[in-house]
T-cell receptor
Framework: DTEVTQTPKHLVMGMTNKKSLKCEQH?????MYWYKQKAKKPPELMFV???????INESVPSRFSPECPNSSLLNLHLHALQPEDSALYLC??????????????FGQGTRLTVV | GENVEQHPSTLSVQEGDSAVIKCTYS??????FPWYKQELGKRPQLIID?????GEKKDQRIAVTLNKTAKHFSLHITETQPEDSAVYFC??????????FGQGTTLQVKP
């Protein structure tokens, strides 16, 4: 299984809503990532989890809250988002975090619209 | 700081022609250089990658070359087909393990 699965595929939420994005992989990868991607721009790293611990937070606003319940699952909790947060949110995983282990597999993404 | 520059930003070729996309990286410690293809509305997909102990790698119509001294790497697509039309991103790894992406190249292959 070489898939990274994300749910939901599409999400529309109001600025006062709370929602969660989910990501799952069964490749035994120990590093998992959240990226945000705007149209025609490269993926922008948000968070990295390594061995279920938060390793990198790229100064992301606190309205985005990541969680890694176990080595196969990664969540992104959303609260009080702004319209400018509308984007494609991509989850990725790799064998491990670190030089030489960064072949990353991306999920199909969640298209988020904040209204 | 960490940076990957990618050129050109847009590229239009005739079907059957070759396409070349070039990237330059700044972190001399980088040793892994993947290329991703992203079709409209879809995920980035790894199409080829190269590690720093190799100068060139080929996979059918796609090849990547790496010049570590100059900190350049390039993607070459031969005999282009309309289904090659997409946005292509180069990337280089950082010592923290994250990937630094180039700004992307929109490739259009005209039938």
């Amino acid at each position: 299984d070489t898939e990274v699965t994300q749910t939901p595929k599409h999400l529309v939420m109001g600025m006062t809503n709370k929602k969660s994005l989910k990501c799952e992989q069964h490749m035994g990868h120990r590093a998992m990532y959240w990226y945000k991607q705007k149209a025609k721009k490269p993926p922008e790293l948000m968070f990295v989890y390594s061995y279920e611990k938060l390793s990198i937070n790229e100064s992301v606003p606190s309205r985005f809250s990541p969680e890694c319940p176990n080595s196969s699952l990664l969540n992104l909790h959303l609260h009080a988002l702004q319209p400018e947060d509308s984007a494609l949110y991509l989850c990725a995983s790799s064998q491990a975090q670190g030089m030489g282990n960064t072949e990353a597999f991306f999920g199909q993404g969640t298209r988020l619209t904040v209204v | 700081g960490e940076n990957v520059e990618q050129h050109p930003s847009t590229l239009s070729v005739q079907e059957g022609d070759s396409a070349v996309i070039k990237c330059t990286y700044s972190d001399s410690a980088s040793n892994y250089f993947p290329w991703y293809k992203q079709e409209l509305g879809k995920r980035p997909q790894l199409i080829i990658d190269i590690r720093s102990n190799v100068g060139e790698k080929k996979d059918q119509r796609i090849a990547v070359t790496l010049n570590k001294t100059a900190k350049h790497f390039s993607l070459h697509i031969t005999e282009t087909q309309p289904e090659d039309s997409a946005v292509y991103f180069c990337a280089a790894n950082h010592y923290t393990g994250k990937l630094i992406f180039g700004q992307g190249t929109t490739l259009q292959v005209k039938p």
